[in-house]
């Protein structure tokens, strides 16, 4: 076949594609069934598709692949548009899937008959494919880009709307944002707080204070606040075992959340103190808090019935492990004697060290809540 013969062909072919009429309201139709675009009206679409098309008509007339410094503003400012409006990334390049599938529909059905056909069509479908994945590209960049930062906005407004419930200094514009986020300002709410670890990150957190309910509204609202994620829920975080202590207190209306989350930020500090994971509250915890956080009665406890044993070194630390260990079984000698993997009488005798060098008898209870109040400081250092 000449050049002439070719480019007529080709012409004709092109032409034939360019006088469909149903191609943009198909395809309109069908994009507008896609989840997120069911809000959006078709005269809002149809533009748009018809811009895209008529962009790719023009490269089929010109037999022309995209170059490298081909203008995208428009399918940019397509994309930003969607991702404010709602649309998920997925749809939005379904979208651009579905306009493909119609294009290369209509030109099967408007190639020839003959030898020309696959030539023709291979050489149409590859302009096509080149320019719909330009557009869908440059469209899902811009799209990628506003949701980052409308993903950012909102993580910025969340932890406001947190720390202002948690703080006390919650306002009408906090509640308005309240109910955009589905929280109900009327409700009674657990404080949280938990820090977060390697093995246990924030995403984790955030997955299990936040655990479904079974109704439509959400759980509530966390966000990361001086490093731990903290906030408050409708219902307790189930219980379950994980690495991480977290604090709970509660539930309180709104505006008694922040006393809930002190003592939920106390129970979070006694638990890491001592060493235990899971959800802790002030009740579940006893006197831990108040020996973690009582600086001058704990530091008096440990120079008296501590430091002297100490000062012995690795001698002295067994038997405060031993009386550690007394104390926990309320001061039975035998199963201390099992779980250390010794002789009753080996417990004995480094009981009665322990006593000789405080000066004190584990017999009088006021001297064992003090030896146990030191020892459980101790353990907290």
Known sequence: ?????????????????????????????????????????????????????AVALSALRERRLPGPSEDVSAYEKSGEQRARQGVTLADMLQGWTIGLEISRAGAYRQAPRGEQREALLLSAIEIMTAWNTLGMNASAAAHRRIELQLAKQEQHDVANVVRSALFGSIGSRQLGQLERFGVGPTQEYYAVRARPQESFDVTDIERWFLAPKSDARPNGLVALIDGDVAGFVTASPPARPVPVAAGIAGPRPLPLLPDAFRLASRALEAATAAGRTGLADLGGLGLLPAVFDDEDVGGTMLERYVAPLERGGRAGAAVLDTVDRYLRNDCELSKTAAELGVHPNTVRYRVGRFERMTGCSLKRTESMAEAWWALRRRGMR
């Open 1 to 53: 076949m000449s050049v002439d013969k070719d480019d007529a062909a080709w012409s004709a072919f092109v032409a034939r594609i360019g006088a469909g009429r149903d191609a943009v309201p198909l395809t309109a139709a069908r994009i507008a069934e896609l989840p997120s675009y069911r809000s959006i009206p078709l005269s809002e679409l149809l533009p748009e598709i018809r811009r895209n098309f």
